[in-house]
């Protein structure tokens, strides 16, 4: 299929195949991929450009996996290897100041926490902070506290819902491929198995996010098999919210990389992802892990939607991240407005909290 005839189909609004968007990746024309791609997003969003101020906590790095792209993760008294108590969470959560509307709470696979301290953690943010939204747990960790609780998947996602979970977050997809999965981390829960993890949590109400961990060890076609999955998925549920590519850095990882993916390859993944997951609401660039700039160029390559403020990320600089992990909202209105788009500040779920003109 030649690019101009897949233009035609975009233009046209009909569902890009897999052999597309292989086609996509391996062309170079990226201005023509962004137009396409702006194309797209222009007729979900509009000029819109979505950010939410949002605060990242990560209780504990401790791992009982030991996923060869993570520099996060630490095994149980191992040098750097942290736990933070409920106080510690709260006294975190207490300095994100009163206009923070979300609460992304991520975690290593702990050893020996049980369900009942999870449950605990929401409830006490819950009653603390009754506005903010709680959005926790990848699909990895529900997977193993549905292990640890002795439950099953729906009466597990059905007690942490009950205790304040608002929604999934999209982390621990990787990339589904199963050879490629076993080499990144081969302890890690199966793709199919993430995919089963949020079906259920969809079906359960809560809707979630997906990632894609990409420049690594994976390929094209692994990346198109990727999104087709997410694809399959979401025609069968609608609970995915946001597609997130996450770039891959390999400092302090088992995995020697000398550089950063690249900025081409960035924008052709976040364009890429925004013809191919035609049922998808939203794309949103990570700046934590692409940098501001290419962040914010990437609003004209179909993405629609910058996260966030976020405040101190650790699982990018870890990894080496260039960033300092936190912006102010002027700071991400601006590179919004730079780029010709409205910034719609909103909540977790999308509901629009102020279009700044
Ligand atoms: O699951 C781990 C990835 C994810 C590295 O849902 C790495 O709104 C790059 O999922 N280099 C966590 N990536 C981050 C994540 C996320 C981020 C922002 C928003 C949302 C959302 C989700 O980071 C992990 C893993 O896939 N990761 N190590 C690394 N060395």
Known sequence: MTIEKIKNKVHAGQRLTAEDGLALFKSHDLLTLG??????????????VYF???????????????????????????????????DDILARARTAGESVREFHIVSGLHPDLPFEWYLDMLRTLRKEFPSVHL??????????????????LRETLLELKEAGLGSLPGGGA???????????????????????????AHSAGLKSNATMLYGHIETYE???????????????????????????????????KSAYTTGFDDLKTLALSRLMLDNFDHIKAYWVM?????????????????????V????????????DGSMT?????????????????????????????
């Open 329 to 357: 909202r002027d700071e991400l209105l601006h590179l919004i407005r730079q780029a010709g788009k409205t910034p719609v500040e909103r909540d977790t779920i999308y509901r629009e909290i102020k279009v700044w003109g």
């Open 135 to 152: 959005k926790a747990f990848t699909a990895v960790e529900i997977d193993y506290l549905a292990k640890i609780a002795g439950l099953g």
């Open 174 to 200: 990787e990339i589904f491929d199963t050879p490629t999965r076993n080499t990144l981390c081969a302890e890690k829960i199966s793709g199919a198995r993430w995919l089963e993890v949020i079906e259920a």
């Open 312 to 323: 101190e990320e650790r699982i990018t600089r870890a990894a080496g991240g260039a960033t």
């Open 222 to 256: 692994h990346r198109i098999d990727h999104l087709v999955r997410l694809r399959e998925l979401q025609d069968r549920t609608n609970g995915f919210q946001a597609f997130i590519p996450l770039s891959f850095h390999s400092q302090n990882t088992e995995i020697k």
């Open 52 to 86: 939410v101020q949002n605060m990242h906590i990560n209780p504990t790095n401790i791992c009982v996996n030991r996923c060869t792209f993570c520099a996060f993760s630490k095994s149980k008294g191992e040098d750097g290897a942290y736990e933070m108590s409920l």
């Open 290 to 310: 692409l940098g501001e700039k290419i962040a914010q160029v990437s609003l004209s390559f179909g993405v629609d939607d910058l996260d966030g403020t976020v």
């Open 35 to 48: 137009r396409m791609a702006s194309e797209a997003a222009q007729k979900k969003n509009g000029n819109k």
